[in-house]
């Protein structure tokens, strides 16, 4: 099964950014729509944000919207989360997967793939 590995966590100061990325060595992620999902201390997993495989569409937790970006780069073969603004509500272990699905479907648990391991981000002064 492919195995996702996600990057760029750590601990950053409110109103402070953070690029996370997934990537697999072992395929391209090229023909894969990508989910990142986050999981707070104490809370189940929650979408944050989902991307097409052309990359044309993605979708956005409204708590998110406006603060972070997702996107891709196939001569990379990575996905990244950019998150601007963050603030101590953002503090999750976070997650990247593959979808079931290509150009359209739920950004949703059930609805993915393979997962990562996770990488953590604190917000923290």
């Known amino acids: 099964q492919l195995q996702l590995v996600e990057s760029g966590g750590g601990k950053v100061q409110p109103g402070g950014s953070l690029t996370l990325s997934c990537r697999t060595s072992?395929?391209?992620?090229?023909?894969?729509?990508i989910g990142w999902f986050r999981q707070a201390p104490g809370k189940g997993r929650k979408a944050v944000s989902c991307i097409t495989v052309g990359g044309s569409s993605s979708y956005y937790e409204d708590a998110v919207k406006g603060r972070f970006t997702i996107s891709r780069d196939k001569a990379t073969n990575l996905v990244y989360l950019q998150m601007n603004n963050v603030t101590p509500e953002d503090t999750a272990v976070y997650y990247c997967?593959?979808?079931?699905?290509?150009?359209?479907?739920?950004?949703?648990?059930?609805?993915?793939?393979?997962w990562g391991k996770g990488t953590l981000v604190t917000v923290s002064s």
């Open positions: 072992q395929y391209t992620l090229e023909y894969y729509a």
């Open positions: 997967a593959t979808a079931t699905w290509s150009d359209y479907g739920p950004c949703d648990d059930y609805a993915m793939d393979a």
